[in-house]
């Protein structure tokens, strides 16, 4: 895999030329991987598999900022307050962060059986879900080439057992390393919310929330880093996991800043689907998978679409 010039906006260009060249393909496959993607999150949210906070009034809920051990009793009447009363039978533990200046008290329960249920149930939606964005990003790929597969190639990673278990074990690590990455970058922010809110230090409390914000873009960089292992298994599935891992940082070499301006450069393309229900990821994922494909590993263009710039 040859290094190239890294050239941000002639590669994003060329991404949404492809999208509009071959936009039916782009279209269908995405809106497989979209459709399905919503339905497991909305099955994970409805069955438990996903962790609420709330804000309570102190008179309601008066503990202070710690973790604390919930028996059954305690936990189901919380949960209780968030429609998920059924979930406390085997107890837990509740983080509270004490706001007195609100009068509030921001609660995240962890029931036992929340956890067992968010553990089973994320797996199933990996499960489903993982070979298809396979398959999906598969034809990003071959589109970048000039080759549009036939709509049964987006399912191919379902149909053999090995490629299964490669995109399902690159997606648990994955997700392991994001979670490790959010709670590392997060304790700088949460340790001068809790100690300004404890000791009464209003220039603490106000470095909390930029000190959040830090962390959040830290976290996600630091979740780019092993992204590239997905790429280079969709385009060599015959590779091992650990392969496609220690490929991927080699692909990035020396340009993992520009990897992360890269993506944070699509920023304001997440918030604008956020903010429309997801209408624009039709758009939007293809040309962010295939921006990222393009600075990873860029197949040549083929010479009948190559256009001056």
Known sequence: MTEHPFQRRVLKLRAKRTFFRFLRPCLICTFF??????TAQFFSMASGGTLFYTFLPQWQFPVATGVWRADATAMTNLLALMGLGDLGSLGGVIFALRLDELG???????????VIDLVVIQAVV???????LYGVLGQYRSLLEGRPLPLRAIFRWYA?????????????ILNL???VTILL??????FCAVAGN???NMSLLLLAMPLSIAGMVVSYCLYLLLTPATYVLVRSPELSVGQAFSRGLALLGGRQGEYCKLNLSFLLWHLLGAFLYGA???FVVPYVQMSNFLFLDPPPEPEEFRTSL
């Open 33 to 38: 991987l979209l459709i399905l993607s919503m």
């Open 104 to 114: 509030q008290v921001l609660v995240l329960p962890v029931a036992w059986k929340q």
């Open 126 to 132: 990996l499960l489903v879900t993982a070979p298809l």
């Open 160 to 172: 053999d057992l090995r490629l299964t278990v490669k995109a399902l074990a690159v997606q648990v």
């Open 177 to 179: 390393w994001r979670l």
């Open 185 to 190: 970058c997060a304790l700088p922010g949460i």
């Open 198 to 200: 404890e000791g009464g």
């Open 280 to 282: 624009p990821n039709l």
